[in-house]
Every structure is written in C-alpha cells, then in structure tokens.
C-alpha cells in the first residue's frame, strides 16, 4: 500500500471489554510506534518496535495495554479490561530507518479512534 | 513533566499573512526537532524538520527557525492560505523516542 493503514478506524467498546487495533506499516519499515492521542492533545508515545523487536515499551500506561509485532511488519495493540479513560485516537507510524540510527521520517496512518462506554 | 512546550494553542491569521508558532524544550539530548501538520481525521504529515547544528531551514512557504542556547524552536508560515488551515505540532527526538507539544490550531481567514 501507499501508506500506514490501520483498522479498524472506529472502534466503540463497553467497558471492561478487550479490544485489539491493527496497523499495517509502509512495506519494508524497520521501526514502528504506537501513540496515544487524546482529544485536544498532542501525541503521546506508547511503544516502539524495531522489526519484531520492542525497544521501548515505556510509554504504555499500564499492564493492560500489550503490543506485538511478530514477524517484524504488522503490528496489534491490544488492551484489555478496557477503561473510559482509554478513550483516544491510536496511532501509528513507520519510518524505513531504525531509531538509533536517528532521523528516519515517521509516517503515520489516520489513527483508529476508540470510545470506551 | 511535559518535555515541550508549544504556543500559541490557537491562531487566526489573514490570507497573505505570516503565522508563528512556538514550541520550547528542556532536554539538550534532543536532536530532531520536527513539525507535523494534522487535518481532521487524519494521521500527523510531517511538514519540515531541522537538527540542532543548523539555525534555519527554509522549505517553500515552511521555515524553522532554531535557537539552541534558548532551547527555543518556532515555525513560520509565510504568505498564509486558508489550505494551511490545520492543527500543527512541533516534535523533539533523542533516539528515536519522539516527544509532541500539544499543538496549535491555525485558522488562516479568506
């Protein structure tokens, strides 16, 4: 595909209801990152993963919230026990080059947007 | 601790005119400094980065003007068009891990 593609984009969830979001990243990416942004807000980083790798996992709010990305491409945010305030738009992004090799663009997909009742 | 901060939080600016916005961080570690343009229901498109060792950079309408010892970076926007009508977000990065200011909604008046 052109870009990141993520899915789905609008996810309702009752609460305490598990939920798993997906992001496809631009083929052949090395890094990927999920965000969490909040209505009104900036993003905010949750996890990193460096093919299958996850580099950084400090930004996930609580042991609720697990990512994966097992064969280095798409990757799946899940979260369980789902909470009211879970509710934001996730993002995802990719960039070609890994992290510590510094500056690879980061290009992000729309975002699914979860509303937890 | 919010590691950038980003001003103004709004702005409306006339056709033709010049935008600014202004975004300070904390940590001298950071060494990517971006700005991302954000239309409803989309995903943030990077609009123009810079690194610390450089103190403008000019693409187009965009330029990023930096002050390392001020630890101050601002974006403008010259000649103003209502397409530029979005929300925008500087970003700072060390090692990949990417902090955003909390962006700045720009309304460019026909």
């Known amino acids: 595909g052109a870009g990141v593609s993520q899915s789905p984009r609008y996810k309702v969830a009752k609460r305490g209801q598990d939920v798993a979001l997906r992001c496809d990243p631009i083929?052949?990416?090395?890094?990927l990152f999920w965000y969490q942004q909040a209505l009104g807000q900036g993003p905010e980083f949750l996890t990193y993963?460096?093919?299958?790798?996850?580099?950084?996992k400090s930004g996930l709010p609580s042991d609720r919230f697990f990512a994966e990305r097992p064969e280095g491409s798409v990757s799946t945010l899940k979260i369980q026990r789902t909470q009211q305030e879970d509710s934001a738009v996730y993002l995802c992004?990719?960039?070609?080059?890994?992290?510590?090799?510094?500056?690879?663009?980061?290009?992000f997909g729309p975002g699914t947007r979860l509303l937890v009742l | 601790q919010q590691q950038v901060k980003q001003s103004p939080q709004s702005l409306i600016v006339q056709k033709g005119g010049i935008s600014i916005i202004n975004c300070a961080y904390e940590?001298?570690?950071?060494?990517?400094f971006p700005w991302y343009q954000q239309f409803p229901g989309k995903g943030p498109a990077l609009l123009i980065a810079?690194?610390?060792?450089?103190s403008e950079k000019k693409e187009g309408r965009f330029t990023i003007s930096f002050n390392k010892s001020a630890k101050q970076f601002s974006l403008h926007i010259m000649d103003s068009q209502p397409g530029d009508s979005a929300t925008y977000f500087c970003?700072?990065?060390?090692?990949?891990?990417?902090?955003f200011g909390s962006g700045t909604k720009l309304n460019v008046k026909p």
């Open positions: 992004a990719s960039s070609l080059v890994g992290a510590s090799g510094g500056l690879g663009t980061q290009y």
């Open positions: 083929s052949g990416h090395v890094s």
């Open positions: 993963f460096q093919n299958e790798a996850q580099l950084d």
């Open positions: 940590n001298t570690a950071f060494d990517y």
């Open positions: 810079i690194r610390p060792d450089v």
């Open positions: 970003a700072a990065s060390n090692s990949g891990k990417f902090y």
